[in-house]
């Protein structure tokens, strides 16, 4: 199934940049979510390191959004579901980074 904004060809897969930018706008958005769940009331830290853990989430979750939007348009998702996959990623960045580096690992050392 292909999304609106989306061109099958035999070489490439080309979609609109209003959804890319929408793919990493909702990762972003779960990257603050994610920040905003680790976020410890008690440690007492300043404005800045604050602010730079928050941008460092929000790259970490836009590129794992990506990935796993590139990943649903692939397998023929709807793009509610492309939306839904950059969501998760987003606020799942770090343990999802985790699991596919892992898989990764075990693809190219033979094992998987």
């Known amino acids: 199934m292909l999304i ?3 061109l099958e060809t035999p070489r490439a897969v080309l ?3 209003e959804v890319i930018a929408m793919v990493i706008a909702i990762g972003a958005w779960g990257g603050v979510v994610s920040f905003l769940l680790k976020l410890e009331e008690g440690k007492a830290s300043g404005f800045h390191c604050r602010l730079m853990r928050c941008i460092n989430q929000i790259i970490i979750s836009c590129f794992t959004s990506f990935i796993l939007s590139a990943v649903a348009v692939e397998k023929g998702l709807s793009f509610n579901m ?3 996959f950059a969501g998760v990623g987003g ?3 770090v343990p999802i980074i985790k699991i596919l ?3 990764v690992k075990r693809i190219v050392s033979g094992k998987g």
Do not use: T
């Open 91 to 93: 606020v799942f960045s």
């Open 4 to 6: 609106p904004a989306q």
């Open 82 to 84: 492309i939306l839904l």
């Open 101 to 103: 580096g892992a898989r």
């Open 15 to 17: 979609i609109e940049v």
